[in-house]
């Protein structure tokens, strides 16, 4: 009998061989188009919203051509897999669709996105439509897009180091130590910190998984600049156990700038002159300079027109400086009408390079009077010593007065029983705040007569018993 079955056996794989297609048509299938799909995923370290590749494979199994073929997916569980317009190719949904001969096979790469935040896989049906698909069992395929598991974490290591000798890479003493190591990242609920050793080496030993962490560097030593290192990803896999971040020097070490202006005092819409002097104190030349003024745009500065810059433009970033050079870098601007009510205008010059950061800043004002307004504030004393201001913490009747920063005597006046103080119609400007004995004004005594409508509201001002 085992002779018999063994012969059997044999006479079917040969009827398979010879007839070839017949092995993927049912002898039972009606005449007519099938389309049949079968979907894998692309193997991968998958975090949540990672694009995720799925190959779609479309056979049509039929003995006759399928017409207006499209193609969906679904996602029967977990986190929502979305899939961008254009990823299904001729399969698109709002296409004409696409034709397959019989026995034509296609396969099709569809890259989606799981939606970040869950703990589950999602799991998608893949699907393929043709009208009068004889068979429709075959038509969908259902995979589970694995992700990292929830929960799992990665090391994260290196050396933070100051690029003295400039070489691009650590080289033996160029590690920072002592610096704060920051590290945050994408999904991630805090910021995780060490320091680094005195090799510059920090480490963190369980970062949770995240498609984009960033670390930042604080108390970092002798004025060294680190960047920000960003888009890493934490997959664990380890591979971002060897960074290697380097610091440069801040351009303040070799550049000098200071600004000034011609006139004290100047009326709205007159033109300023502003002189702007860069000395190169190192012993190279430096490239790639470039000036940026009133950069936060605040409206109290100088108007002064990019292109006056010349090569030090922040269009052209091609300033140069041979070593030691001194250079006189002179320009115009309009006096803004807003100044006037702030009654100064500024100058205020970043000078940074292409290549390094943290470059010197140029300062300088000139008077813009005329406008005057009151100034209130009020004056307490921290009787609880807990920092800030309470209730009942309030000065009254003491005498305070506004003077320049020359020490003239600009306004005085007392504070009422709740500890407000008025002067009354004072010019525009910054003045200094002091009290009479035995208070004493402490901590940041700047006052700040804006006119309306600019005005910041009212200050407070710390005393303390001389
Ligand atoms: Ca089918
Ligand atoms: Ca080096
Ligand atoms: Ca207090």
């Not at 997916?73 to 949904?93: C, H, I, K, M, Q």
């Not at 096979?105 to 890259?111: F, P, S």
């Not at 893949?126 to 069992?137: H, K, Q, S």
């Not at 525009?428 to 005594?445: E, I, K, M, N």
């Amino acid at each position: 009998m085992r002779r018999t079955s063994l012969r059997a056996l044999g006479l079917l794989t040969a009827a398979f061989t010879l007839t070839g297609l017949v092995t993927a048509t049912p002898a039972s299938a009606e005449p007519g188009p099938n389309l049949k799909v079968t979907a894998t995923v692309v193997q991968g370290r998958y975090l949540p919203g990672d694009e995720i590749p799925v190959d779609v494979t479309v056979t049509n199994i039929g003995d006759t051509a399928a017409a207006e073929a499209k193609g969906s997916n679904y996602t029967v569980s977990g986190p929502y897999f979305t899939v961008p317009r254009g990823a299904w190719g001729d399969l698109e949904n709002e296409g004409p669709g696409a034709s397959y001969a019989p026995g034509e096979t296609r396969t099709y790469r569809v890259i989606g996105k799981s939606m970040y935040g869950s703990k589950e896989d999602p799991t998608v049906q893949f699907e393929v439509y043709t009208p009068g698909d004889v068979d429709y069992r075959d038509n969908t395929s259902i995979v589970t897009l694995e992700h990292v598991p929830a929960g799992t974490t990665d090391r994260v290591a290196g050396q933070l180091y100051g690029d003295a000798n400039e070489d691009g890479v650590p080289s033996p003493g160029e590690g920072l130590a002592g610096a704060e190591v920051h590290l945050s990242g994408v999904g991630m609920t805090g910021e995780l910190m060490t320091t680094t050793d005195a090799a510059g080496r920090f480490e963190f030993a369980a970062v949770p998984i995240t498609p984009n962490a960033s670390i930042y560097f604080w108390k970092i030593p002798n004025g060294w600049i680190t960047p920000h290192t960003g888009d890493l990803r934490v997959d664990g896999s380890g591979s971002q156990t060897a960074l290697a971040i380097k610091a440069t020097r801040p351009l303040t070490d070799v550049l000098q700038a200071t600004g000034s202006l011609d006139k004290a005092s100047y009326a709205v819409g007159e033109t300023a002159k502003a002189t702007l002097v860069l000395t190169n104190i190192g012993n190279r030349p430096l490239a790639g300079l470039w000036v940026g003024c009133d950069p936060v745009g605040s409206g109290q500065h100088l108007e002064i027109a990019d292109t006056q810059w010349g090569d030090f433009s922040p269009a052209k970033q091609a300033g140069t400086l041979a070593a030691g050079q001194r250079l006189e870098i002179t320009v115009t601007g309009k006096v803004p009408e807003k100044a006037s009510y702030f009654g100064r205008v500024y100058l205020t010059c970043y000078v940074d390079s292409k290549t390094a950061s943290s470059g010197p800043v140029a300062e300088a004002f000139g008077k813009v009077p005329g406008k005057r307004a009151d100034s209130r504030g009020r004056i307490w004393t921290d009787k609880n010593g807990n920092g800030q201001w309470d209730s009942g913490e309030q000065v009254p009747n003491v005498t305070a007065t506004l003077s320049t920063d020359g020490g003239k005597l600009v306004s005085l006046a007392k504070t009422d029983a709740d500890g407000w103080v008025t002067f009354p119609n004072v010019a525009v400007g910054v003045y200094r705040l002091r009290t009479v004995a035995p208070w004493r004004a402490v901590g940041d005594t700047d006052v700040y007569v804006i006119a309306p409508p600019y005005g910041f509201g009212d200050w407070h001002q710390q005393v303390v018993r001389r």
